[in-house]
């Protein structure tokens, strides 16, 4: 997908879909992201860098302000390089506000992420995580 076929993209999912589960419906008819399933959530302040590179379980949560983030472009300014990884999301995660998923992360199913975490390594199935760095507060757990 084209720089400005992904603007235009992100700008009518953003303002012409003010339910967050037609929104996530809408990204899945469009095949905006690698792979999504089904009953997702998606709210509309939701930001998603190289969305080709993103896959997303069934029954996943992505409250206001999250973003996820396949890409490194922090030594462009220098003359390096955009360097991108694919993040995968399992089956029934919820993402809390303002949570940040940078690139190369997978993310187990029956996951919780608290608002305001950054997620920079792998989560495990079954697990609570907060903070950033993200730590894990609970393990086990069931949903």
Same mark, same amino acid.
């Given at each position: 997908m084209n720089s400005l076929k992904k603007i235009a993209t992100s700008y009518y999912l953003k303002y012409f879909f003010t339910n967050s589960y037609k929104r996530a419906e809408e990204i899945k008819r469009m095949k905006y992201l690698k792979s999504q399933g089904e009953e997702c959530y998606i709210a509309g302040s939701v930001?998603?860098?190289e969305p080709d590179k993103i896959s997303i379980g069934n029954r996943v949560w992505l409250t206001v302000g999250v973003k996820v983030i396949a890409h490194d472009a922090s030594d462009v300014p220098f003359g390096g390089k955009v360097i991108s990884s694919p993040v995968v999301i399992g089956n029934k &995660?919820?993402? =809390?506000? $303002?949570? #940040? !998923?940078?690139? /190369? &992360?997978?993310? =187990?199913? $029956?996951? #919780? !992420?608290?608002? /305001?975490?950054?997620?920079?390594k792998d989560i495990p199935s079954n697990s609570i995580v907060i903070?950033?760095?993200?730590?894990?507060?609970?393990?086990?757990?069931?949903?």
């Open positions: 930001g998603f860098a &995660v919820f993402v =809390g506000t $303002n949570a #940040i !998923i940078l690139k /190369g &992360v997978t993310i =187990g199913d $029956n996951v #919780i !992420i608290g608002a /305001g975490a950054v997620v920079a903070g950033n760095p993200i730590r894990i507060i609970k393990r086990k757990v069931r949903t």
